[in-house]
């Protein structure tokens, strides 16, 4: 668990993470990596803070609509490759389940490291 703290750490100093509709990512890993949260309740606030973003994302005018898909395009990703993990959270047990997270974290966090910065339009 101590490896999943740790990457959970890094992935709240991202600034793309922070900066887009999906920075509840980030608390909400830290607080399951240190107990705090059940993965059931973590799926749950995932799914509630997930439903929020999306309709204040729907919601936007068109190019702001486009313009948050092309610079969190990784984000939006990582909250789609979590969402699919916490939704398949009893087909797995507690090991697998907290692998694929941890992996589906790295992921990210190498993706992030590897890109240049976009520069907005």
Not at 16 to 40: D, H, N, W
Not at 82 to 93: K, M, R, S, T, Y
Request: glycine share 2%; proline share 4%; charged share 20%.
């Amino acid at each position: 668990m101590e490896t999943f703290i740790q990457l959970t750490e890094k992935l709240a100093e991202s600034s793309s993470l922070q900066c887009s509709m999906v920075s509840f990512i980030p608390s909400l890993l830290q607080k399951y990596a240190q107990g705090e949260l059940t993965r059931s309740e973590l799926s749950a606030e995932f799914m509630k803070q997930t439903r929020i973003q999306q309709f204040y994302f729907m919601h936007m005018p068109k190019n702001e609509i486009q313009n948050n898909q092309r610079l969190f395009h990784r984000e939006f990703i990582l909250a789609d490759q979590l969402g699919d993990i916490l939704e398949n959270q009893f087909a797995v047990d507690q090991n697998q389940f907290h692998s694929s997270l941890e992996q589906c974290v790295a992921e990210y966090l190498r993706s992030v490291e590897q890109s240049e910065p976009v520069s907005p339009p």
